[in-house]
């Protein structure tokens, strides 16, 4: 992995610029593909797959026993609402990485209901990553993907999968659900990756 990830392009301080093309609102959208999964903690299971089937997995309990972090963060959603200074509380993917041995470059997000998201490994260390079950201090609300959702704030909010199930690594890049219908493979918004081609 490199030390410098693509399109990371330093820690810009939350809550002072919007990036090109968006809109700020103050309330939270729900923007979801398909019908909402309800998902109740004790038939939650998270995973992290390696590109050689090594598979390493959570239950809810020993989830929550993972060390949380507060996280506070932009969230720029490709149909131009960005949400400044949103509050999360998570575990992040260096901890859930800590223990699992890869050398993939790509990862596939897999959610309950479906969808699917494609990201480069290098997005989810470093401190740039989250699953998430708190917002604003409550509970995850299913709507916006509780139990728990990835939170991948410095991506277009697309790539942030609501109600995440796995992690899939592969040494190759696979599209995700938005990613085949003409999304941006990657989705920087400080570029305006919005679809593929940008
Ligand atoms: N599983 C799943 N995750 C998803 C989506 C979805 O449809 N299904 N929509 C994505 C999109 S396009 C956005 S903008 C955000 C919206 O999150 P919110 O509904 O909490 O605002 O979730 C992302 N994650
Ligand atoms: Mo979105």
Known sequence: MGIVSPGFTGRRRSG???????????????LSAGPTPHIQPEHWEFSIATESGEV???DWPAFLKLPAEEITRDIHCVTRWSKLESEWKG???????ADVETSADFVMAHSYGGYTTNLPLDDLLDGQAW?????EGDPLGAEHGGP???LVPHLYFWKSAKWVR???LSDAEDLGFWETAGYHEYGDPWKEQRYAGD
Request: aromatic share 16%; net charge negative; proline share 8%.
């Open 16 to 30: 002072t610029e919007l990036p090109p093309g968006q809109y700020l609102t103050r309330d939270f959208p729900v």
């Open 56 to 58: 390493h997995k959570w």
């Open 91 to 97: 575990v992040s993917l260096d901890t859930l990485f």
């Open 131 to 135: 699953i998430a079950y708190e917002f």
């Open 148 to 150: 728990a959702r990835l």
């Open 166 to 168: 796995g992690l899939v």
